[in-house]
């Protein structure tokens, strides 16, 4: 059973940080395409940063801010996320390709496998 499970949301101020966590069941191989993306009420899901096979990619919005990383050894995928503004709040979601070590960041249907989401609160 593939399983994706987030944590680590919750509300802060503009400015703060917070670090999500996506912890990813083993049958996912480590260089399948994972990322994170996220759904503001009202909008539609989109890329916020990705890791596979050619690096890590970003959102032009979160560039400087955020960052994406795979721990290995806790077959976890983190997002370290600064500087957070309110146009930040939304649900975030954890994703991962069966498959594909090379996906981009925009085409939601090259991902597999989601988590439920965790909530990030950004207030002004």
């Known amino acids: 059973q593939v399983q994706l499970v987030e944590s680590g949301g919750g509300s802060v101020q503009a400015g703060g940080s917070l670090r999500l966590s996506c912890a990813v069941s083993t049958y996912i191989k480590s260089r399948n395409c994972m990322g994170w993306f996220r759904q503001a009420p009202g909008k539609e899901r989109e890329g916020v940063a990705a890791i596979d096979s050619s690096g890590t990619k970003y959102a032009d919005s979160m560039k400087g801010r955020f960052t994406i990383a795979l721990d290995n050894a806790k077959n976890t995928l983190n997002l370290e996320m600064n500087g957070l503004k309110p146009e930040d709040t939304a649900m975030y979601y954890c994703?991962?390709?069966?498959?594909?070590?090379?996906?981009?960041?925009?085409?939601?249907?090259?991902?597999?496998?989601w988590g439920q989401g965790t909530q990030v609160t950004v207030s002004s």
């Open positions: 994703a991962a390709s069966s498959w594909r070590t090379f996906c981009r960041l925009s085409a939601l249907n090259e991902y597999s496998y």
